[in-house]
């Protein structure tokens, strides 16, 4: 799978939420896509993750 | 605030606030009013420290932030919201960066979550180089947003039509480029900023372009709702004094919109009564008048 366009692995059967852990990254400062559709933070911990499956990671940043 | 006087003595620094009565409506965004017309963005200062005071001396009650991957190689060291109080200031999510109208839409929807904000400043750019808003993308990317329920502060260019597709698809305010985006070159083309301003209701903010706080009060005399700006602050010389002269512009160029400027005209007229002036001295004595001595040779005509 890849995560932010990098190749990463995760054991079989985790869960957004168990990838958020293991990246040490706070459930409140990020939001995640999974495959192209938003992942809501409360269903983090339901959704499993997929070979192949392609994720975003975002925060915000400076900008205009 | 008290600054040393030219002499060397104190000098008292005196900003009267206005009175009642000539107070301004608040700048009214969604569910959101604002005292404060300007928006900041927090992008290129040298510090979130940097940015903080800058904001501060801005006075903005809004400020605009980007959405990007986190860096995953790299320790997370302070954030951008540490440095924002969210208290004080209202955060509006772009979507700059976005070179079509379904990126666009994913990045809004995670700016969503991440602040759970029905606001959104809407950017659909056309290529990197020009960063100009892509009129189509830009179009078909409100319509979906404002089906959505965000309230879509849509960027665009400066064609009064295409502002009025814009407004007809539910945009909540409608923001021009005064000229490309960090370019400083103010608003490039006041006439067509003033026709949208008769073609739609809803409110019209300046955004991009503007260099110096001169930019930023001409914009506002044309009746405009609000300027948003980040590098005109961000990358001054001094991003500090720069903010505080943003402010001033911003509330000067209102005020002056409000109370009407007085019509251009080619010749003088008087501010001075014209009737009731002392009588004018004598007409100067005639030069043969005053060569009389005896022998003297008169001056030759029309010297």
Known sequence: ?64 | MVAAGRAGYPLEILQPALPPELADAPLQLGAHRFASRLLVGTGKYASFEQMARALELSGTQCVTVAVRRVNLDKRSGPSLLDHVDRARYTILPNTAGCFDAPTAIRTAELARELLGTRLVKLEVLGDPKTLLPDPLGTLAATRELVQQGFDVLVYTSDDPRLACHLEEAGATAIMPAGSPIGSGQGVLNPNAIRIILELVQVPVIVDAGVGTASDVALAMELGIEGVLLNSGIALAQDPLRMAAAMRDACSAGRQAFLAGRIPRRLYANASSPTSGVIAPAPPPAQPSEVRSEPGAVPAPAGE
């Open chain 1, 1 to 64: 799978m890849s995560v932010n366009g990098e190749a990463r692995e995760v054991p079989a059967g985790s869960t957004v939420a168990d990838l958020l852990r293991a990246l040490a990254l706070a459930s409140e400062r990020v939001a995640v896509e999974r495959n192209g559709r938003l992942v809501p933070r409360a269903q983090h911990a339901a959704t499993a993750l997929a070979e192949g499956d392609r994720l975003e990671v975002v925060t915000l940043v400076g900008g205009g």
